[in-house]
């Protein structure tokens, strides 16, 4: 009996010799396994301080790129607007040397119909196109039919211009010959040296006579191609043989203005 109490004992402690070895072999694996997580997790929450400070680093990037491009922006814009500032006190300036010449030649074309009011319509005509004075002279005021010698009528017409002329200095000339359609025959070989040679002898007659500075005058011979009409009837040829002095202001200042 006692024997069997002794191998009882025995077996009771083997058993709980083999249940505590158990749970501890089964406490060191989930031992380990928390280890495992532990190392896995610290290393996540490296990746993630990582990915932190990169991502900290990129947004100081980006604000002091925003706060360049602000800077940069406002002074784009303070510099558009002194550019807009510029740009209307410059159209200011231009308008207001456009209606100045404006008014200048409209004055002038007044002095200019006045000088040669004594005149007919059907000799002489004054206008204004373009922004320029068309003084247009008959032939019959200034030629014999064929010739470019300027008949005396004529010269005191001329006169009459060039009294305004010398009064205005700023004023260019030029001097264009127009004749009609018809072909020449005799001393010009064609309209073309006719229309010369009329534009010519004006020039001189104003230059020399006249006195007006040859520097502003300049003579052009147009022939037939520039008529104002038909070149089919009388009437029409008689109003395309005509001698046009065209008076233009100096636009030095006007593009001076637009070359700044």
Known sequence: MKK???I???VIICLGACV???KFQSA???VKELQKDSTGTHGKLNECYSTVSALQQEKESIEKDLKSLSSSSQATINSSKMTIAEQAKRLKDLQALIQGQRDVMNKLKKTIADA???FKPDELT???KDGKIYVSLQEKLLFKSGSDIV????KEALKSVAIVLNSNPDINVLIEGHTDSIPMHGKFNDNWALSVARATSIVRILSTDYKVDAHRVTASGRGEFYPTTTNTTLEGRA???RTEIILSPNLNELFKLLDQ
């Open 8 to 10: 009882a004992i025995s």
């Open 20 to 22: 505590s070895k158990r």
């Open 28 to 30: 060191q694996s989930r």
């Open 126 to 128: 004054v206008s204004i």
């Open 4 to 6: 069997i109490s002794i």
């Open 151 to 154: 008949d005396p009528k004529g």
């Open 239 to 241: 109003r395309n043989r």
């Open 116 to 118: 040669l009011v004594n």
